[in-house]
């Protein structure tokens, strides 16, 4: 929600004259931002954008909008986790709300990170989530292999739903024997002792 509404501060700054003093440099950073307008708002950004620098300077505004690896994954993997099989399919938050809508992204530098490095998106391609990046020998393994949007403070939220759905399962038993067998799940299935 943060990258919205960052994009939604800056349309609106961009279109209140006089609220900006004459000169001010502006960069906008989004992280996975979800769709925020349909076409006509993608052009409107980008005059907004054209005429601010046409006033300021070319260097006056710099946006740039970062997916990571998987983002367009990340909520798939979930509904598995929260045994929703039957629920239709989740799109990670930088495919949301679908193109069915009408959404479209409008920034224009879209970026890709994956193993430590940036990649550019090309136009063409910037309303998908996933992207075939060939491998780099010696690259180190992703930072957030399921998706920026399930590690939030440096938790994994998909563990945390993993556990709150194994947890289900186990107190249906009436007896106190969940606890244990909850511990000894966490120990075998994440490597992890509670204890």
Not at 133 to 160: C, F, T
Request: with cysteine.
């Amino acid at each position: 929600m943060g990258a919205a509404l960052s994009n939604y501060l800056a349309v609106g700054l961009l279109t209140n004259d006089g609220m900006l003093p004459p000169g001010t440099r502006i960069k906008i950073v989004t992280f996975g931002s979800p769709r925020v307008g349909d076409r006509a708002f993608a052009s409107f950004w980008k005059k907004l954008v054209e005429d601010y620098r046409t006033s300021n300077g070319q260097d006056s505004f710099q946006e740039y909008c970062l997916r990571a690896y998987n983002d367009g994954e990340s909520d798939r993997a979930l509904v598995r986790q929260l045994n929703c099989s039957n629920s239709p399919f989740l799109p990670g938050i930088p495919m949301l709300p679908p193109m069915t809508t009408g959404y479209v992204h409008h920034t224009m530098n879209p970026l890709f990170l994956r193993n430590d490095r940036l990649f550019r998106i090309p136009d063409s391609e910037k309303e998908y989530g996933s992207y075939d990046i060939p491998a780099v020998e010696d690259a180190p393994p992703p930072l957030h292999p399921k998706g920026g949007h399930n590690y939030y403070n440096g938790r994994e939220l998909e563990k945390l739903a993993r556990r709150a759905d194994t947890l289900m399962q186990l107190m249906k038993d009436e007896d106190d024997l969940w606890v244990e067998s909850y511990l000894e799940w966490i120990t075998r299935v994440e490597k992890y002792s509670l204890t």
